[in-house]
């Protein structure tokens, strides 16, 4: 094992410490009527009579039920029973052979291709398994942070609200917890005194390295222009949570492009599919004037052949997508959690979000 896996050996820790807590406790309960017994010299304390079985049954499920919220505490609230801040480096982060190839020339032109072809690239374990298992362990902890949201929506396939054309196609619903950049960010800023001060987790890390960027704007934009990281403290990049039940309705992006990374896929359920190159179809059937839905342009259009169903996105998956051409879901979950972060880049320095989309996607302002 090398330095780096050790940190996983410290970071499932904070479990044990709350165990090992409790059962002090537990011990000294039960050291202390044996004290008490032994003090008042009751011969016939070590007997058994139906009162104390009784009595017995009583005690033990109330104390079980004290202990297990003392646990509780302790993980929430003891700085040895949080989950530790880790320090990684690039190596740990991003799997090797895709280190080693994001400025590989042959490398960018297949990815190019596959891209430009499909609107889609699929990298599989494009990150290292500790870093995936560290994330997933990361934006489980933040989920019961007051600050991450639950968003919920219905919308229509275009995502729009007011015009015309887009009322009249059907409402679909679209909900997942959503843990923004700055909350992420927070548990690298001010350390108490039992962690050491770190100012960069490996989300942020990920999202700032200029060769990941340049990769990235490399295949997406064919080298044309140049990806800036995002001025919004937000919306920079998020973790995503879907809980069984939830789900995306299909819909086109807003924006063109996506960058995501698979942490931990659900156990059924949630898959992400696609109609790659199928905003053109759609968009001629806006505007006539009846009541539309998917799957009424699906069957006309006979397109059930072309939707892709990607259940091959695994732990460490990264995936880009040409979201704005393609319509695409997540299909429910029916059990495990999905996990995924997304990144933001954009095409020009210092891109913040409107209020609006700030409330609908983080639920707060700042
Ligand atoms: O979670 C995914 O895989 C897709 C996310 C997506 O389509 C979106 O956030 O718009
Ligand atoms: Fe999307």
Redesign the pocket.
């Known amino acids: 094992m090398d330095n780096k896996n050790r940190f996983f050996i410290f970071s499932d820790a904070y479990k044990d410490t709350s165990s090992f807590l409790c059962m002090g406790l537990l011990f000294k309960f039960f050291y202390l009527i044996l004290f008490v017994a032994y003090k008042q010299k009751k011969k016939n304390f070590f007997t058994f009579s139906k009162k104390k079985v009784r009595t017995l049954f009583i005690l033990l499920p109330n104390l079980t039920a004290i202990l297990r919220n003392m646990k509780s505490q302790l993980i929430r609230r003891h700085p040895f029973c949080t989950f530790r801040t880790v320090n990684f480096s690039l190596p740990s982060i991003i799997s090797h052979s895709y280190l080693s190839h994001l400025q590989d020339e042959d490398f960018v032109k297949s990815c190019q291709k596959t891209y430009q072809k499909d609107g889609y690239l699929h990298l599989a374990s494009f990150i290292t398994d500790e870093c995936a298992k560290y994330m997933i362990k990361e934006a489980l902890h933040l989920e019961s942070n007051p600050k991450s949201f639950n968003s919920y929506e219905q919308h229509n396939i275009w995502l729009e609200e007011e015009s015309p054309e887009s009322k009249t196609w059907e409402s679909l619903n679209?909900s997942?917890k959503l843990i923004a950049a700055d909350i992420i960010e927070e548990r690298y800023q001010d350390k108490g005194k039992f962690e050491k001060a770190l100012t960069v987790g490996p989300c942020q890390q990920l999202y700032e390295y200029a060769i990941f960027r340049s990769f990235i704007s490399k295949v997406l934009l064919l080298g044309h222009d140049d990806l800036y990281v995002s001025g919004d403290k937000q919306g920079k990049y998020y973790y995503?949570i879907?809980q069984p039940k939830n789900e995306?309705g299909w819909?086109f992006?807003r924006?063109e492009f996506?960058v995501?990374l698979?942490l931990q896929p659900s156990t059924s359920g949630g898959h992400?599919q696609f109609i790659p190159h199928s905003r053109k179809v759609f968009e001629n059937e806006k505007k006539s004037v009846q009541q539309k839905s998917v799957a009424d342009v699906i069957r006309k259009h006979h397109l059930q052949g072309q939707i892709r169903c990607?259940s091959d996105?695994k732990q460490g998956s990264l995936?880009l997508?040409n979201?704005n051409q393609s319509l695409?879901?997540?299909t429910p979950v029916q059990s495990g959690k999905?996990i995924?972060l997304?990144f933001t880049f954009n095409t020009k320095p210092n891109q913040v979000l409107n209020e609006y989309t700030l409330l609908k996607f983080f639920g707060r302002k700042d």
């Open positions: 679209s997942k995503n879907f995306l819909h992006d924006s996506s995501n698979i992400f990607e996105l995936y997508f979201g695409h879901c997540v999905r995924n997304i």
